[in-house]
């Protein structure tokens, strides 16, 4: 969004005329929340043992510092009336897309002359969620991003353009990711140059593998953890950040594991007969425990 920002500063031939987000929870509006959502951050930074330290972006901040409109789609940006309001006071020419987990339909996109997504891997082999996760998850030594045009069905359009970062012995998927935001900022001059001409792009080629919300449970939730080895269990965190393990029959939210002894608190046996605990949660006192468990149930909640 800044990159694009900065091309409409330095460019004669495109403008922005407005933000639209469906998710107005992220859309901070007093300093009041601002200074809440900081706070649960760095909280959660904290407790989870984080080494990356990521600040909460502020869309209606942002918005506001660009001088431009910001429209909330709070029943969906495929809403009938929605549409219909963002023609009426933004009067857009073209859309472009990041970051966007709501799947746009026909009308939308046909009400405009193009649409192009910003897709956080390598089309058609790494569709739909947690691309980048993805990639690290099934061994791969680099990770793409791909810029598209969007059509009802999902990441399915003709390629822009598209690249890829290596992926390091031990990335995780926050280095990853970070360092395809910044390559994909750099492509947008080009993919701007593209979309300004016309470019109807590259038929999409090869095997194409969907990854869904349920493909995402089922790796990220462990209700067994003696079902998995030590080996996999810490490649789930090092792909997926954080991961759900059953543990003591309580769900805890994971984000490492290092060798234990039968008298560590949260620790279990992996399938290889490895005894691991959860370092980021045993080590934390209880008030802080529960805080982290009223931070998850708040997020769920979309509070």
């Known amino acids: 969004i800044a990159a694009t920002l900065r091309q409409a500063d330095i460019r004669s031939d495109f403008d922005v005329c407005g933000f639209v987000t469906s998710q107005p929870d992220r859309v901070v509006r007093s300093q009041r929340v601002r200074a809440r959502t900081t706070a649960l951050t760095l909280l959660e930074t904290a407790t989870a043992g984080r080494r990356q330290w990521r600040t909460p972006f502020d869309l209606g901040v942002t918005a506001r510092r660009a001088r431009c409109p910001l429209l909330v789609a709070e029943q969906g940006v495929n809403e009938p009336a929605f549409v219909e309001r963002l023609h009426r006071e933004l009067q857009p020419d073209v859309l472009l ?139 789930r965190i090092r792909a997926f950040g954080t991961i759900r393990i059953v543990i003591g029959g309580r769900t805890e939210a994971v984000t490492e594991v290092k060798p234990a002894s039968p008298d560590d ?34 997020r769920r909640r979309g509070a």
């Open 97 to 235: 897309s990041f970051y966007c987990l709501e799947i746009l339909g026909a009308p939308l996109i046909d009400s405009v002359s193009q649409a192009v997504n910003y897709h956080d891997g390598k089309l058609p082999e790494h569709a739909g969620l947690a691309a980048t996760r993805n990639s690290i998850y099934t061994g791969e030594t680099r990770s793409g991003f791909t810029y598209h045009r969007m059509t009802p069905a999902i990441d399915a359009g003709p390629i822009l353009l598209e690249g890829f970062v290596p992926i390091g012995p031990s990335a995780t998927s926050f280095e990853v990711a970070r360092a395809k935001a910044v390559a994909a900022a750099a492509a947008l001059p080009t993919v701007i140059d593209m979309m300004l001409a016309g470019a109807p792009g590259e038929p999409q080629h090869g095997q194409r593998n969907m990854f869904t919300r349920d493909d995402l449970r089922a790796i990220s939730q462990v209700d067994d953890p003696a079902a998995l080895d030590a080996a996999e269990i810490e490649l």
């Open 265 to 298: 608190l949260f620790s279990f046996v992996s399938a290889d007969g490895r005894r691991l605990r959860a370092t980021r949660i045993s080590g934390l006192p209880a008030t802080l425990i529960s805080i982290r468990r009223r931070i998850s149930r708040m």
